[in-house]
Nanobody, 127 residues
Framework: QVQLVESGGGLVQAGGSLRLSCTAS??????????WGWFRQAPGKEREFVAA????????EYADSVKGRFTMSKDNNENTVYLQMRRLTPEDTAVYYC??????????????????WGQGTQVTVSS
């Protein structure tokens, strides 16, 4: 069984920064060929795509709302991804989830074919 565990959420003032981490583990886990994504869900809203890291070419993609403020990266060990969040605003308040899927399963941005999801970590930005 594979688990994704997020950490790094918390309360921060507007303009501040946080770094989220997501680590995969489990007897059957292999990061080879896996794409990663970060998503978020604010109260009363649908889950939305935030960032993706594609295994092929180590390409990153971002939602327009976070482009230039958030940076996604991955450890060389293929087990952990990060989301560095800067210049946070109250609109960034949400539960943040990581997800991963094999690169042949379609676009991670859609969030519909993920093989594994984390439990979520709360990010709250005060004004």
């Amino acid at each position: 069984q594979v688990q994704l565990v997020e950490s790094g959420g918390g309360l921060v003032q507007a303009g501040g920064s946080l770094r989220l981490s997501c680590t995969a583990s489990g007897r059957t886990w292999s990061g080879y060929g896996m794409d990663w994504g970060w998503f978020r869900q604010a109260p009363g809203k649908e889950r939305e795509f935030v960032a993706a890291f594609r295994w092929s070419g180590s390409i990153t993609e971002y939602a327009d709302s976070v482009k230039g403020r958030f940076t996604m990266s991955k450890d060389n060990n293929e087990n952990t991804v990060y989301l560095q969040m800067r210049r946070l605003t109250p609109e960034d308040t949400a539960v943040y989830y990581c997800a991963t899927q094999h690169r042949t399963h379609g676009s991670i941005r859609e969030g519909t074919a993920a093989d594994y999801w984390g439990q979520g970590t709360q990010v709250t930005v005060s004004s």
